[in-house]
């Protein structure tokens, strides 16, 4: 199934004991409807305060519900922020997380100016103002594949930091840049690090060069800062399934 959520009031994907979760709230539902517990994979741990607007889950279930009721029966059951978008049949050995082949995410950031109070949810805020053509440029760098440990974040548990990133585009609308990232997989914190490095080169506090030194030598301290969560959202999942 394909989902959509507001990450604000959550505590991110994975569910956890005494906190609210989506996954936690997709079994929830998927209890009172099928009568039965049902695990829920999701395509990857979005963390507290991050929003999925194509977030992918996968499940088993030998209840007879008919397909087509199973979306607008589960969306009867779930808090309205979050809404599933699609439900089908998915091959036998499909998993949500290990059969995606490219993910995109989307940041949005304010640039300089008062936080909007009303947007504060979706959108992070940078006070600095920054130089969109600088970016354009620094991002070259980052595109292809990479040992992205310099660009993560120190509590992770994984040993292997090569990732593959295809595309990586900057725009500026007024005062809203949105960036859009994507790769074959991302490490804990590694969008809104990368957002926040090209943030800086764009401010004239990080340089290329640092970009340089932080994919070579693996350190996070040639990166630029962790972005907030609010202004990142999970937009895309996509899969070979032929």
Same mark, same amino acid.
């Given at each position: 199934?394909?989902?959509?959520?507001?990450?604000?009031?959550?505590?991110?994907? $994975?569910?956890? %004991?005494?906190?609210?979760?989506?996954?936690?709230?997709?079994?929830? %539902?998927?209890?009172?409807?099928?009568? $039965?517990?049902?695990?829920?994979?999701?395509?990857?741990?979005?963390?507290?305060?991050?929003?999925?607007?194509?977030?992918?889950?996968?499940?088993?279930?030998?209840?007879?519900?008919?397909?087509?009721?199973?979306?607008?029966?589960?969306?009867?059951?779930?808090?309205?922020?979050?809404?599933?978008?699609?439900?089908?049949?998915?091959?036998?050995?499909?998993?949500?997380?290990?059969?995606?082949?490219?993910?995109?995410?989307?940041?949005?950031?304010?640039?300089?100016?008062?936080?909007?109070?009303?947007?504060?949810?979706?959108?992070?805020?940078?006070?600095?103002?920054?130089?969109?053509?600088?970016?354009?440029?620094?991002?070259?760098?980052?595109?292809?594949?990479?040992?992205?440990?310099?660009?993560?974040?120190?509590?992770?548990?994984?040993?292997?930091?090569?990732?593959?990133?295809?595309?990586?585009?900057?725009?500026?609308?007024?005062?809203?840049?949105?960036?859009?990232?994507?790769?074959?997989?991302?490490?804990?914190?590694?969008?809104?690090?990368?957002?926040?490095?090209?943030?800086?080169?764009?401010?004239?506090?990080?340089?290329?060069?640092?970009?340089?030194?932080?994919?070579?030598?693996?350190?996070?301290?040639?990166?630029?800062?962790?972005?907030?969560?609010?202004?990142?959202?999970?937009?895309?999942?996509?899969?070979?399934?032929?």
């Amino acid at each position: 199934m394909t989902l959509q959520y507001d990450g604000s009031n959550f505590f991110g994907w $994975q569910k956890q %004991a005494g906190r609210r979760t989506v996954q936690g709230e997709l079994e929830n %539902a998927m209890f009172l409807l099928f009568k $039965q517990q049902v695990a829920v994979e999701g395509s990857g741990r979005t963390d507290k305060g991050v929003h999925a607007l194509g977030q992918v889950a996968s499940f088993c279930t030998q209840n007879e519900i008919p397909q087509n009721k199973i979306k607008g029966a589960l969306n009867n059951l779930l808090p309205p922020d979050v809404r599933i978008q699609k439900v089908g049949k998915a091959p036998d050995d499909f998993h949500a997380r290990f059969s995606a082949k490219r993910k995109t995410y989307r940041y949005d950031v304010q640039i300089g100016g008062e936080r909007s109070a009303l947007k504060s949810k979706f959108l992070a805020h940078y006070p600095y103002e920054v130089d969109l053509q600088k970016m354009l440029l620094a991002k070259q760098l980052l595109l292809g594949k990479h040992n992205f440990k310099g660009f993560c974040s120190s509590a992770t548990n994984v040993t292997n930091f090569e990732r593959e990133i295809f595309d990586l585009s900057i725009s500026r609308r007024g005062k809203i840049v949105r960036f859009e990232v994507t790769g074959n997989g991302f490490l804990y914190n590694m969008v809104r690090i990368l957002v926040g490095t090209l943030l800086e080169v764009g401010r004239g506090k990080l340089t290329e060069e640092d970009i340089k030194k932080a994919l070579s030598t693996g350190q996070r301290k040639f990166a630029g800062k962790t972005m907030e969560p609010c202004g990142l959202f999970l937009k895309k999942v996509e899969y070979d399934l032929n």
